[in-house]
């Protein structure tokens, strides 16, 4: 059992908005604002997409957007694309040199 | 452009060894703390180890401590994971991954694409 809470699924529609929770606890995401999520293409090396809650590195489209509220994380993708078709991981640092991972959802474009 | 290369995965009986190694290029090695996370099937992701860019600090998840062992060849761009005492529930994939700080790792800003270590008789 992942340290962090995500659903195991998400969809959308090209051109529509999809909002991945990931739930933590007041020790980790909801203690520090350390939250970044991942984008893992099959068998790709996985992707920063989102670090410090809201920052984006740079390559990675506007279309992806990070927040957080209390104990809980949340990345957006607007204006779905067929590639954004992916897993995506949460993950939180959670003091003491530790870093937790979510348990990853799989995000489908229909 | 920053490349992670994994190797030494395979297949190990349970109590056996297996080194993993990181080469690393594309960025200042000494200046980043490393880290080992892993991902057992159908599982998600777990952080098991990382170490400052000297080498001097390291710290481990509860579920290895006392049995792996991170550490790092500065002069060689290199990151390593000894792995003793190995169980069925250590069956991952293990990816090297790269801190943008030096000390402490908050986020990670590159993956490696991982190395399969198998635990079974």
């Known amino acids: 059992q992942s340290a962090l809470t995500q659903p195991p699924s998400a969809s959308g529609s090209p051109g529509q908005s999809v909002t991945i929770s990931c739930t933590g606890s007041s020790s980790d995401v909801g203690g520090y604002n350390h939250v970044s999520w991942f984008q893992v293409h099959p068998g790709k090396a996985p992707k920063l997409m989102i670090y410090e809650v809201t920052k984006r590195p740079s390559g990675v489209p506007d279309r992806f957007s990070g927040s957080k509220s209390g104990n809980t994380a949340s990345l957006t993708v607007s204006g779905l694309q067929a590639e954004d078709e992916a897993d995506y991981y949460c993950s939180s640092y959670a003091g003491r040199n530790n870093l937790v991972f979510g348990g990853g959802t799989k995000l489908t474009v229909l | 452009e920053v490349q992670l290369v994994e190797s030494g995965g395979g297949l190990v009986q349970p109590g056996g060894s297996l080194r993993l190694s990181c080469a690393a290029s594309?960025?200042?090695?000494?200046?980043?703390?490393m880290s080992w996370v892993r991902q057992a099937p159908g599982k998600g992701l777990e952080w098991v180890s990382d170490?400052?860019?000297?080498?001097?600090?390291?710290d481990y998840a509860d579920s290895v401590k006392g049995r792996f062992t991170i550490s790092r060849d500065n002069s060689k761009n290199t990151l390593y994971l000894q792995m003793n005492s190995l169980r069925a529930d250590d069956t991952a994939v293990y990816y090297c991954?790269?801190?943008?700080?030096?000390?402490?790792?908050?986020?990670?800003?590159?993956w490696g694409q991982g190395t399969l270590v198998t635990v079974s008789s």
């Open positions: 991954a790269k801190s943008p700080s030096f000390t402490v790792t908050t986020v990670i800003d590159y």
């Open positions: 594309g960025f200042t090695f000494r200046s980043y703390a």
């Open positions: 170490i400052s860019g000297s080498g001097d600090g390291t």
